[in-house]
């Protein structure tokens, strides 16, 4: 078992190698290497249905980006107000664990409609998104986010939040505000580019 191979820093390890990773990942020509091989990827996703529908019918497009939007609106909502209760600024009156709960939920499903809802988009302009720095920085933004929020914050705030250092629990509600702040401006970033 790894917990018993780590000891008790299982998790801490493991996010180490994976920062580790990451950099060399960064850091070494292996991401020009993998940015060449998935072009044709990115061409291929422009000969689908969604990429063919997405360029040639706009209505179509602009249905699907309000449905996008709106699912980031909920997302956002429920950051804000997640967090925003872990950092005592809103809701105080009502239970913490109401709050967290609840918001999870509406984060959970607010990225199964904007998930698809992205790729969708992706798909009709993959070659233009596929030259903008930013489109990467977007995804990685997405990726740590949901990553934070899965296998760190979710875990954590099982427990009763009483357990936890209140610092602990304000610098998660600080950490997962800025990273999904990060993910909303470099999408709105993408707007503006190309």
């Not at 610098?171 to 999408?187: K, L, N, R, Y």
């Amino acid at each position: 078992m790894p917990t018993s191979l780590l000891g008790p820093y299982t998790k801490t390890i493991l996010a180490a190698a994976l920062v580790a990773a990451a950099l060399v990942f960064s850091y070494t020509s292996m991401r020009v290497d993998v940015w060449i091989a998935i072009q044709p990827f990115f061409e291929w996703m422009e000969t689908t249905w969604f990429g063919v529908i997405g360029k040639t019918w706009g209505a179509v497009f602009a249905t699907v980006e309000a449905f996008h939007l709106l699912g980031i609106a909920v997302l956002g909502g429920s950051v804000l107000v997640g967090n925003g209760r872990l950092l005592g600024l809103i809701l105080t009156d009502v239970p913490a664990r109401i709050i967290i709960d609840r918001t999870d939920k509406l984060l959970f499903w607010a990225l199964v409609l904007v998930l698809p809802t992205g790729v969708f988009m992706a798909c009709g302009v993959a070659m233009k998104i596929y030259y903008l720095p930013v489109y990467w920085y977007k995804m990685l933004a997405l990726c740590t986010g949901m990553l934070f929020h899965f296998s760190i914050r979710q875990p954590l705030l099982r427990r009763e939040l009483s357990e936890i250092n209140p610092w602990v629990v304000k610098m998660v509600g600080v950490s997962s505000i800025m990273v999904w702040f990060t993910v909303a401006a470099t999408g709105r970033w993408i707007g503006f580019s190309g």
